[in-house]
Every structure is written in C-alpha cells, then in structure tokens.
C-alpha cells in the first residue's frame, strides 16, 4: 500500500523558513495532485497549498495565508513533494500533512476530502 511520509518540521523563529518533504513509498500509485493541510490545537485541519499536473505543466494553489510565502513544488518522475516556508510567523505553528490524490485537474483541490492519502504529519512550531 501506498504510504506518504512527512519530513522537515522543526522549531524556528520568527522569520525564518523551513522546507518540508511528502516522500511515497510503496505500491505503484498514479498520482498528480500533492497537497498539504495543517491543524493547530483546538482548530480544524485547513488548507495551505496543493499542486496539480497535466503533462508538463504545473497548476498551483494557496491559502490566502500563505501566498506570497510558501512556494508547493514537486520533482517531475519522482513521488515527492516540497513545501518551501518563508518569513514563518508564530500562526503558522501547527502539525502539516502531506496528501496526494490522483484527480486530473487544472485547479488542484483545497478540501480534505478531495485526498485520499495522508501522511501521518509533522510539527511546525514559529516562536516569537
């Protein structure tokens, strides 16, 4: 079966960047649709960046808390993808989750149940 797991959490300051990993491993899966949620304490999971493919060309798709911050990405014939975090703020502090789903799409989903995969998640926290 199929497994997503995160890599790349970590504490950082204020600030500062992180990049997280999503690495598949696994059964033979056809995927073409990443994208990754995060759930603070006491707070739904939501939405933050999800990345969708058609042949060569990439479709992308952010929070409006995120954009112009945190950049999705993925390497091209690999089963990885990236999210690159930049200048964190404390809000961001939460657990992120890599998803992935296999959807052909020009505009990549921003609901949870629109991904069938899920990593187990790992810890972001933005001290102040």
């Known amino acids: 079966q199929l497994q997503l797991e995160e890599s790349g959490g970590g504490l950082v300051q204020t600030g500062g960047s992180l990049r997280l990993s999503c690495a598949a491993s696994g059964r033979t899966y056809y995927t073409n649709i990443w994208g990754w949620f995060r759930q603070a304490p006491e707070k739904e999971r939501e939405f933050v960046a999800a990345?969708?493919?058609?042949?060569?060309?990439?479709?992308?798709r952010y929070a409006e808390s995120v954009k112009g911050r945190f950049t999705i990405s993925r390497v091209n014939g690999e089963n990885m993808s990236y999210l690159q975090m930049d200048n964190l703020k404390p809000e961001d502090t939460a657990v992120y989750y890599c998803?992935?789903?296999?959807?052909?799409?020009?505009?990549?989903?921003?609901?949870?149940?629109?991904?069938?995969?899920w990593g187990q998640g790992t810890q972001v926290t933005v001290s102040s």
């Open positions: 998803a992935a789903s296999s959807r052909a799409t020009t505009l990549p989903p921003n609901v949870a149940a629109d991904f069938g995969l």
């Open positions: 990345i969708s493919w058609i042949g060569k060309t990439d479709y992308t």
